[in-house]
């Protein structure tokens, strides 16, 4: 419980140091980067701690992390007070007017980092898929004077694989003082909480931009659709699956099935074209029945012949597993990414950025941002940067073309924000 009470006071102190800089970066979402502070406040103390370790520049200890949060607190302090030396109250003005979907916010963050904890403290073993591998990971990385980090797998070589959210779960665990294998199943529970929050953000940003374009007349300030629809964002990404638990209850109460050809039989996934067990009931009776439901596309030869299934795993599988793999670590940040886009196609980080083989319609500050973003995701999980970087080139186009129309020189702008 006081792990639980330590991890949930950092991220939220962390939060808060980061929304002024959230807010001064994220200035064409009606949220102002509010939902997406934890994460985007993560995201930079990790990578400057691991940069100020990999130079040799501070040690992996509480030094180097109070070294690299004083970086983001920098940046932050810069972003506040610069707007406070122009005598613009505009963010204490936004905290005001904004007070429904900042306690709508944090207590979804809170319920969610609960829930999840409570889950994982019913089953807190780590054993079996990549789970050891993972913590071995979070270890070395606890016990490396600097970086690259000690595989201890390995004696005498460095981890060889994109350990970035590996980084951040050891920094938290450091500053609160958690042992590891506490730490995993914590990190487990942020995770998903960031990713319930980023969601809720999302949508929240989106619905308002609907409204924003609506005709003045025909315009609804409704708080439910304000607060309470943006919450469908985190039920259908981290909670809802695809239908193969459904289709589990279904065969195990006999429904549909028939002797010869039938609708199990046509559906042709294993397990479920084979009779059902006798006698029935409601709760499949299988050893690890759920496991399925990650892997319900089949691959077949060209003569129909079936060769095997292909693995689906979606996020409530990942976070009922609990393997703090890479894919799971970088959900938030993948949310962030499209904030960013999103960001960007709603008309934010206008300005010019001049490079040396290119010019890009594009501020400083949200060219460095979103190379700090696609590099953070390539050290977290490095296929997210082929999505998430297509996305960004998408809104940014199309902002372009909303500013400026389309034409050949919006296809000469695409290859140089690719290059």
Partial sequence: MLYFLLWYILSTLLGWLTFPLAYHIFPALKDRGYTLARAFGLLIWGYAFWLLASFHIAQNDIGGLLL????LAGLSGYAFFTQYAARNT???????????????????????????????STSPEILGTEKPM?????????NSPTFPPRDLWLS????????????MTSMLATMTGTPAT??????????????????????YNLLAYGQKSKVAGQRSDNPLSSFFFPLLAPLFLLLVSNAAGFLEVLHRLGLFWTEGKNFWTWLDLPELRDAPTQPLGWIPDRYLWWWRASRVVQDHDLRGNWTGDVIDEFPA??????????????????????AVALNLFLGGFKGRT?????RLNISKTGFF????????????NTWDILITGALILFAYVLARVRESGWGWERLEEIGRAHV
């Fill in 156 to 167: 005498g070589y460095s981890i060889s694989y994109y350990y970035f959210g590996y980084v």
């Fill in 68 to 71: 690299g949060l004083l970086v």
């Fill in 90 to 120: 505009e963010l204490t003005d936004w905290l005001k007017q904004n007070k429904p979907l900042i306690i709508t916010t944090e207590i979804l963050f809170l319920l969610a980092f609960a829930l999840m904890a409570f889950i994982r």
């Fill in 354 to 358: 001049d490079l040396y083989f290119a």
């Fill in 369 to 380: 941002i979103i190379t700090l973003l696609i590099g953070g995701l390539a050290f977290l």
């Fill in 134 to 142: 993972e913590l071995m990971m979070i270890q070395g990385i606890m």
């Fill in 317 to 338: 599988f990942s976070f009922i597993l609990s393997d703090l793999h890479p894919h799971v670590l970088a959900i938030p940040f993948v949310l962030l990414a499209v």
């Fill in 182 to 203: 506490a730490a995993f199943n914590l990190m487990i529970a942020l995770i998903f909480a960031l990713s319930a929050v980023g969601a809720y953000g999302i949508l």
